[in-house]
Structures are given as C-alpha cells and as structure tokens.
C-alpha cells in the first residue's frame, strides 16, 4: 500500500557559521508528509531558524540532504523552490513596492497565470483583510500587514509546501484565528506546512507532528495529534519544558 | 514636567556620539580607502582654491573704478562674498546634518521612549553638527585669510590688517570657531521648512526627481560658470575688463545685502567693529533662542511620523499586474526600489540625466582653453576623457548593486530563480540606465560641434562598454564586501569602502584612458605628426584599455560566481 506523499525530507542536517563555530544544527532529520502541519520547537537560538533558512535554499549547510518534493535543494534549486512558499522571521518584504506590487512580482517570479493569480489573491485578501492597505507602500505598515502582505506573496502560487518562521509574531487575534485556520484548511487541500514557533498552545493544537530542537539537535519528533487522542489530559507546555531543559 | 537643558544629560549623549564615532575607526569598520580619498580631495580643493583664488584676488585688486585703484573697497567686497559663501555651504550642510541627526537618526526613537527631554537631546545633536562643521570651517576660513594675506599688495596691508597682524591672524581663528555657529543657527531655523518640503515630497517620486534634477543641473550650470571664469582668468586679462563700472557698482549693491557676511568683513577690516560684533552676537543669541522655543514641537512632529511609518500616501488603487517574465520583474523591482528611494534616485538616475549637461560644460571650458593654449584640437581626446570621467562617477551607484537588497537578498535567494537571473538583472538594469545616459552625451557632444558623427559613436561605444566593464566589477566587488543596512527603512546611509574603493578605480581608469589618449595627441601635435596619426592611435588605445578591462571585469564577476552566490551568508545580518 502506497503511504503519505512525501513533501520535506531532511537527512542528517549539519550547519556551522564559521569554521572554528559550534554546530549551528546538528544531524537534524525528519520528514513532512503531504496533509500535515509540522512544528519546529526550541528555545531562542535553537537552531530552527536555522534550519528552515537550510530549507528554503538561504543558507548554505555543510551536510545533509534537504529534499522538497522529491527535488534536492543543492542539485535541483529551482524545482524544490517552485514548490515551496516562505514566510521570513524578519518579515522582509521590498519596502518600496506597495502591497499589491509585492504581490505581482512574486506572482511573475512564481510564472502564476493571470486567471488564477486573479483568483488566489481574492482569496486571500478575504483571508488577511489588508483592505485597501495593500495599494500602500509596505514601507508604511505595521509588523503585522508585512507579515500579512509576506504571506499572500508567499501563497500566490499555491506552494505545495508553505514554510513559515515565528508565523504568529505582530498579527492581531482575529488574524491569529484566521491564519490557523487559513493553516488547517490549506494542509487538509494535500499541502504540507512547517512552522517554528514560541507559542506552546497554537503549536499544540495545530500540528499534528513536533520536532523539538536544543542547541542545535534534533532531541525528538512526537506525534502531537496521537498523544492528545491517547491521553486527552495531556499537558504539552510541561512536555515540552521538561524535555527542553534535558541534556 | 518643564523641558529644561540638562547639561549632565547632555555629556552622557556626547559620550554615547563619542563612541559611536570611534567605533567608525575601528579595524573591520574603517573605511581607509574613503578616509584618504576624502583627504587628497580636500587637499586638491584647497590647493586649486589657493592657486585661483589668489590669481583672482590679484586681478580683481588691481581694479579701478572712475580711474582709481581702491584695494580697500575691494578687500571689503572680496572678504565679504567669501564669507558669505562659506557660511551658505555651512549652512546648506548643516540643514542636512540636522535633518539626519535630529529627525532620521535611528536613536532618536529610542531616546523619545527615556526620560530624555528634546533639548538636551537638541543640544546635544547640535554640538556634535557644530565639531563636524568646525573642520570645514577651519579649512575654508583658513584657505580664505592666507590667500588674501599672500596677495594684497604690500602698500595696502594697512587696510587688511588695520589692528596689527595679531588682530587678523585672532580673528580667523575666531572666525574658524564662530562661522559654524552661525551657520548652524541659521540651519536650525531652516530645518523646519525644509522637513516640511521633505515630506510633502516624500511619496511624490516624479515630483521629487524632476525638482532634484532640475537644482542639480542649474548648480552645474552655476559650476560651469565659475569654470568658464578660471578658464578666462588662466587666458589673460579678459576677467579685469569683465568688472566694469556698471558690474562693480552691482557688486557694492550686492555685498550691503550680504549679511552676516558683511558683519563678518567689516568686524575684520575694523569698520565699524563694535556694531558689527553686537550684531552677530544678537544674531546668534535670536537663531539660538527661537530654534530652542520651537525644535520640541519640529521633534514631537517628525518623531510621531517615523513612528507611525511616515505619511500614509494613498496610492490609487491596482489589481493584480498581468504576468511578465521573470527577468522583467526583476529588472522592474530594481527600478521601483531605487525610484522610490530618494537619496538612490538622486545618486544614480539625477546623476545620470545630468550627465550629458556635466560632460557639455566642461568641455565647454576645456576645449577653447586648450585650442587657446596648445593651438590644436583636442576635442575627441578630451570628449573621451571627460565621457569617460563621468560615466565612472555615474556607475559609482553599482557599488551598491548587492547591499542595497538588504536582507530581501536573502528572500530572493529562496525564489525559484537562478543566480544568473538575479546578478544579471541588476547589470542589464544598470547598462540600460548608462546606455541612455551615454547616448545623450554622444548626441549632445555631436549636436554642439564638437566632434563628428563617427567620434561621437565611438564616444558612446566606448563609453557604454566602459560603463559595462565598471558595473560588473562593482557588482561582484559589492557582493564579495556586502554589508546589509540595519536602518528600519533597508536604505544604506553612509557609503562604505565598496563605494569608495569602486570611486578611485572607476577615476583611475578614466584617467588611464582619458590621460593616455591626450599625452599622445600632445607628442604627436609637438612633434607635427600627422593628427590623422594620433587619431588612429587614439582609437587603439581607448579600444585596447577598454576591451582588457572589460574581458577582465566580466572573469571577475563570473568567477566562482554560482558557488558564492549558493553559498553567500555574507551582509551582517546571519
């Protein structure tokens, strides 16, 4: 029987920054299935910036295999990045262009059709309601809008794997709302999402698999969704404290 | 709570500026290229000054008006317009440093969250524009007084120095330290206005670039005018009979008008000290007092606009843009990115619309001061010299090509588009820009007579592959020595050593070029060799420099380009 699509692979994945550096990631593996929301956890300066930044083909990493679809990232870049979507921690966006340019150039970057970038962007206002924002300079928004505006650039062309790092940072609750359940809605459509994130509840009740990193390793892969099933009393904030603080 | 000066607050924000300044020196943020180029063309200014300035004062001495010599009057004008100008440039500079220091500095938000009161913060922002207007005023004062102590005749010392040599010598040291004062209350007071045409025009970009352009082109226009009367004095004795009666009655109207220039002349010349020193004095004492009264409100106003993210400008509104190729949108960001940036709109597409003006005016200048003082013309060497100078200061922009990104750099390189797309999107963008703006030059340098169709293709084919060969090295360099702005706005500030080092190469070059082809033209013409000679010659040299500094740029660029650019984790902010 054939199982779940594989949409991320990682083997043994090795950063450093420098030559004499500490390991930035240290032999991190795992794999995002096509349907699922994947988080990554860790304290500040765990390494899961890092190792999304290894994904999305920003970084550059010493060893390892990051496969997206199937495409590896160093041999086929530009496969794998057809297939993905990214949303920085940074929110960085071209300040210059107003929101709907932004919008356009990764729509032509991404060679969307003009009958479905039409038709993906209206969904998508209807999601993040920039409202008439979205014909102002980027430079004038909010934390916020530039995160909206960077995830409807992100989502133009329908990637099949959407990467999102500290995606709730700076969004109002109503948009919170909306972009989890814009998450749900979009993992159960076939896509795969991976996000990192500081925010203990939302990770618990929107992925159904969490990847725990410390210093840099990968310390477990657990199956969220299963042990909620299990034990319904399961106290995730404790979970994740206890096994964070582990050496 | 009242907003009062505290002075004990104040030297904690000259400490944290003194740090800020030494870390500039530091080893791995100095930028040594800039810092000597700085210094050879302050040293260059003030040597050119010297020599002309004091031609000038000897011609302009020698005057007479109703048939009588009156070196006194003339001292009194000269003196006068010199100060005035200094105090102008100092005061144009000081509404700039204002502007950065008290409005767009990123410490200001910080500073409006402490219990910091606006003026402490305003005096202290204002000392540290004083101690970097105090250098330029100490080399322009100093530059001045010595050039009119060498060339006043010696029968009129008694006018220059009526109160002994002690008393002038005093004086320009106290003229060095008092100038910038009252530049920079005057600029406080123009701050304000300025601010305000600032950001009216802050999202009017066309507006913006086209007033930009225009000042610029009419402060070249004001330069080439200045030039064409150093060419006329180095030609002979035409500038004496220029200052006739009638112009020399314009100028005494003119210098009762140029206050605090005037005062300035007039406290040294010892005519009318006492009034003129008390008038200064309340002058400095009103600017001072009004800038205090009104610069908490000017900083509560600017501070409130960069918080909220600067005016909210409605833009009419757009749909989704039809699809364009993947090349084409990179090309359109680069131009969207740079048009939308003022201070990169005005380095780089002002610049290179002035160009063909820049290029005309001095040759204006060169060419007759030349076929003057050799007898030949030169106008193809010196087309090309000038052509050639100028292209490299217009392509200094590129040097920016990768850091200007920010950390969006990083962003593209996660998009589905190969290095080759992104590196040469941003070189095409910039030949396109050179190639209109060499054209332009070719076209008016042919359209004024100056040289023939044929030279003036060979002008623009040399020029535009100078230009190309300039780009591509600035690029890779700018990639390999990237440094990413921390600013809010992505927007680089300060110009680092990539700039500089791309400025002296770029001249270096022009100057190989441009200073080969005339020293050639110059044996050739002194032997009597054929000019036809010299022309051929001309063409091979240009072509050869040209063409071995293009193949070698272009290996520069590409050179391992793929693996760095796969690789890159450079800008500072990884």
Same mark, same amino acid.
């Given at each position: 029987?054939?199982?779940? @699509? @594989?949409?991320?692979?990682?083997?043994?994945?090795?950063?450093?920054?420098?030559?004499?550096?500490?390991?930035?990631?240290?032999?991190?593996?795992?794999?995002?299935?096509?349907?699922?929301?994947?988080?990554?956890?860790?304290?500040?300066?765990?390494?899961?910036?890092?190792?999304?930044? *290894?994904?999305?083909?920003?970084?550059?990493?010493?060893?390892?295999?990051?496969?997206?679809?199937?495409? /590896?990232?160093?041999?086929?870049?530009? /496969?794998?990045?057809?297939?993905?979507?990214?949303?920085?921690?940074?929110?960085?966006?071209?300040?210059?262009?107003?929101?709907?340019?932004?919008?356009?150039?990764?729509?032509?970057?991404?060679?969307?059709?003009?009958?479905?970038?039409?038709?993906?962007?209206?969904?998508?206002?209807?999601?993040?309601?920039?409202?008439?924002?979205?014909?102002?300079?980027?430079?004038?928004?909010?934390?916020?809008?530039?995160?909206?505006? *960077?995830?409807?650039?992100?989502?133009?062309?329908?990637?099949?794997?959407?990467?999102?790092?500290?995606?709730?940072?700076?969004?109002?609750?109503?948009?919170?709302?909306?972009?989890?359940?814009?998450?749900?809605?979009?993992?159960?459509?076939?896509?795969?999402?991976?996000?990192?994130?500081?925010?203990?509840?939302?990770?618990?009740?929107?992925? /159904?698999?969490?990847?725990?990193?410390?210093?840099?390793?990968?310390?477990?892969?657990?199956?969220?969704?299963?042990?909620?099933?299990?034990?319904?009393?399961?106290?995730?904030?404790?979970?994740?404290?206890?096994?964070?603080?582990?050496? | 709570?009242?907003?009062?000066?505290?002075?004990?607050?104040?030297?904690?924000?000259?400490?944290?500026?003194?740090?800020?300044?030494?870390?500039?020196?530091?080893?791995?943020?100095?930028?040594?290229?800039?810092?000597?180029?700085?210094?050879?063309?302050?040293?260059?200014?003030?040597?050119?000054?010297?020599?002309? $300035?004091?031609?000038?004062?000897?011609?302009?001495?020698?005057?007479?008006?109703?048939?009588?010599?009156?070196?006194?009057?003339?001292?009194?004008?000269?003196?006068?317009?010199?100060?005035?100008?200094?105090?102008?440039?100092?005061?144009?500079?000081?509404?700039?440093?204002?502007?950065?220091?008290?409005?767009?500095? &990123?410490?200001?938000?910080?500073?409006?969250?402490?219990?910091?009161?606006?003026?402490?913060? $305003?005096?202290?922002?204002?000392?540290?524009?004083?101690?970097?207007?105090?250098?330029?005023?100490?080399?322009?004062?100093?530059?001045?007084?010595?050039?009119?102590?060498?060339?006043?005749?010696?029968?009129?010392?008694?006018?220059?120095?009526?109160?002994? #040599?002690?008393?002038?010598?005093?004086?320009?040291?106290?003229?060095?330290?008092?100038?910038?004062?009252?530049?920079?209350?005057?600029?406080? !007071?123009?701050?304000?206005?300025?601010?305000?045409?600032?950001? %009216?025009?802050?999202?009017?970009?066309?507006?913006? +670039?086209?007033?930009?352009?225009?000042?610029?082109?009419?402060? +070249?226009?004001?330069?080439?005018?200045?030039?064409?009367?150093?060419?006329?004095?180095? !030609?002979?004795?035409?500038?004496?009979?220029?200052?006739?009666?009638?112009?020399?009655?314009?100028?005494?109207?003119?210098?009762?008008?140029?206050? #605090?220039?005037?005062?300035?002349?007039?406290?040294?010349?010892?005519?009318?000290?006492? @009034?003129?020193?008390?008038?200064?004095?309340?002058?400095?004492?009103?600017?001072?007092?009004?800038?205090?009264?009104?610069?908490?409100?000017?900083?509560?106003?600017?501070?409130?606009?960069?918080?909220?993210?600067?005016?909210?400008?409605?833009?009419?509104?757009?749909?989704?843009? /039809?699809?364009?190729?993947?090349?084409?949108?990179?090309?359109?960001?680069?131009?969207?990115?740079?048009?939308?940036?003022?201070?990169?709109? $005005?380095?780089?597409?002002?610049?290179?619309?002035?160009?063909?003006?820049?290029?005309? +005016?001095?040759?204006?200048?060169?060419?007759?001061?030349?076929?003057?003082?050799?007898?030949?013309?030169?106008?193809?060497?010196?087309?090309?010299?000038?052509?050639?100078?100028?292209?490299?200061?217009?392509?200094?922009?590129?040097?920016?090509?990768?850091?200007?990104?920010?950390?969006?750099?990083?962003?593209?390189?996660?998009?589905?588009?190969?290095?080759?797309?992104?590196?040469?999107?941003?070189?095409? %963008?910039?030949?396109?820009?050179?190639?209109?703006? @060499?054209?332009?030059?070719?076209?008016?340098?042919?359209?004024?007579?100056?040289?023939?169709?044929?030279?003036?293709? %060979?002008?623009?084919?040399?020029?535009?592959?100078?230009?190309?060969?300039?780009?591509?090295?600035?690029?890779?360099?700018?990639?390999?020595?990237?440094?990413?702005?921390?600013?809010? &706005?992505?927007?680089?500030?300060?110009?680092?050593?990539? =700039?500089?080092?791309?400025? =002296?190469?770029?001249?270096?070059?022009?100057?190989?070029?441009?200073?080969?082809?005339?020293?050639?033209?110059?044996?050739?013409?002194?032997?009597?060799?054929?000019?036809?000679?010299?022309?051929?010659?001309?063409?091979?040299? =240009?072509?050869?420099?040209?063409?071995?500094?293009?193949?070698?740029?272009?290996?520069?660029?590409? $050179?391992?380009?793929?693996?760095?650019?796969?690789?890159?984790?450079?800008?500072?902010?990884?």
């Amino acid at each position: 029987m054939k199982g779940p @699509e @594989e949409v991320l692979r990682i083997r043994g994945l090795y950063k450093k920054y420098a030559k004499n550096a500490d390991w930035a990631v240290k032999n991190v593996s795992f794999n995002c299935y096509a349907g699922e929301i994947v988080g990554l956890l860790g304290h500040n300066g765990a390494g899961k910036s890092t190792t999304l930044k *290894c994904l999305e083909g920003m970084l550059p990493y010493e060893r390892g295999e990051i496969s997206i679809c199937g495409y /590896d990232i160093k041999r086929q870049p530009m /496969d794998a990045k057809r297939n993905m979507g990214f949303v920085t921690d940074n929110h960085a966006v071209f300040l210059k262009m107003t929101g709907i340019q932004y919008v356009t150039f990764m729509a032509d970057v991404y060679k969307v059709p003009e009958d479905l970038r039409v038709r993906r962007l209206a969904q998508l206002e209807s999601v993040f309601q920039l409202g008439d924002a979205i014909n102002n300079l980027v430079s004038s928004y909010s934390h916020g809008m530039r995160q909206k505006v *960077c995830m409807m650039g992100s989502l133009i062309h329908h990637p099949k794997l959407w990467i999102l790092d500290e995606p709730m940072t700076g969004l109002d609750p109503r948009t919170m709302r909306a972009v989890q359940d814009f998450m749900r809605k979009y993992a159960s459509m076939g896509n795969s999402i991976i996000f990192s994130s500081h925010a203990l509840n939302t990770v618990a009740h929107l992925c /159904d698999r969490v990847v725990l990193i410390r210093k840099g390793k990968q310390i477990n892969d657990i199956n969220v969704k299963h042990i909620i099933a299990m034990n319904p009393n399961f106290d995730f904030e404790e979970y994740f404290l206890s096994h964070e603080g582990q050496d | 709570m009242k907003d009062k000066i505290d002075f004990s607050l104040v030297k904690t924000l000259l400490g944290k500026q003194r740090d800020e300044r030494r870390s500039a020196y530091r080893k791995g943020n100095f930028d040594a290229v800039g810092f000597f180029l700085r210094l050879i063309l302050v040293a260059l200014f003030v040597a050119v000054f010297v020599i002309f $300035f004091g031609r000038f004062m000897s011609i302009y001495f020698s005057i007479r008006t109703r048939g009588l010599l009156n070196v006194r009057d003339r001292l009194y004008e000269a003196l006068t317009v010199s100060y005035m100008v200094i105090v102008i440039s100092l005061t144009v500079g000081g509404v700039g440093s204002m502007i950065r220091e008290l409005f767009l500095a &990123d410490d200001i938000k910080l500073f409006s969250a402490m219990p910091v009161g606006p003026r402490s913060l $305003f005096v202290a922002k204002l000392i540290s524009i004083y101690r970097k207007q105090l250098l330029l005023s100490i080399v322009t004062v100093l530059a001045v007084n010595i050039t009119v102590y060498l060339n006043v005749p010696a029968e009129a010392m008694g006018y220059l120095m009526p109160k002994g #040599p002690w008393f002038y010598w005093g004086m320009t040291v106290l003229f060095c330290f008092v100038l910038p004062m009252v530049s920079i209350a005057i600029a406080s !007071l123009l701050a304000l206005p300025y601010y305000a045409i600032r950001q %009216f025009l802050q999202n009017r970009y066309a507006l913006m +670039f086209i007033i930009v352009t225009a000042l610029t082109a009419l402060a +070249f226009y004001a330069y080439a005018v200045v030039l064409g009367a150093v060419k006329e004095m180095l !030609l002979g004795d035409d500038l004496k009979y220029f200052f006739n009666e009638s112009v020399m009655h314009g100028i005494g109207v003119a210098v009762y008008y140029l206050v #605090p220039g005037k005062w300035l002349a007039r406290f040294l010349l010892n005519r009318g000290m006492l @009034e003129n020193g008390l008038l200064m004095l309340a002058v400095l004492i009103v600017c001072a007092v009004i800038a205090l009264l009104i610069i908490r409100s000017i900083m509560v106003r600017a501070l409130q606009a960069r918080i909220s993210g600067g005016a909210h400008f409605m833009y009419p509104k757009r749909y989704i843009g /039809d699809p364009r190729p993947q090349f084409g949108a990179l090309i359109r960001k680069e131009f969207v990115q740079i048009f939308r940036t003022p201070s990169y709109m $005005f380095s780089y597409f002002s610049i290179a619309v002035i160009m063909p003006l820049m290029v005309y +005016f001095c040759m204006e200048v060169a060419s007759s001061l030349v076929t003057k003082l050799i007898g030949y013309n030169f106008n193809l060497e010196l087309a090309l010299f000038l052509t050639l100078l100028f292209s490299a200061l217009t392509n200094v922009f590129c040097s920016t090509n990768i850091s200007r990104e920010g950390p969006m750099f990083y962003s593209v390189k996660a998009l589905p588009v190969s290095y080759r797309q992104v590196i040469s999107s941003k070189i095409v %963008f910039c030949l396109f820009v050179s190639l209109a703006s @060499e054209f332009i030059t070719a076209v008016v340098l042919f359209g004024a007579g100056y040289v023939p169709v044929s030279a003036a293709a %060979f002008v623009f084919l040399i020029g535009v592959v100078f230009s190309f060969a300039q780009i591509c090295f600035a690029t890779r360099y700018d990639f390999n020595h990237a440094r990413f702005s921390t600013e809010d &706005d992505g927007e680089i500030k300060e110009s680092g050593s990539t =700039v500089s080092t791309i400025i =002296v190469l770029g001249m270096l070059l022009a100057f190989l070029i441009g200073g080969s082809v005339l020293l050639i033209k110059l044996l050739y013409t002194l032997r009597s060799a054929g000019a036809s000679s010299a022309g051929y010659l001309t063409y091979a040299i =240009v072509g050869g420099i040209t063409l071995v500094a293009t193949a070698l740029s272009c290996f520069y660029l590409v $050179f391992r380009l793929r693996r760095k650019y796969y690789e890159f984790s450079g800008g500072g902010l990884m």
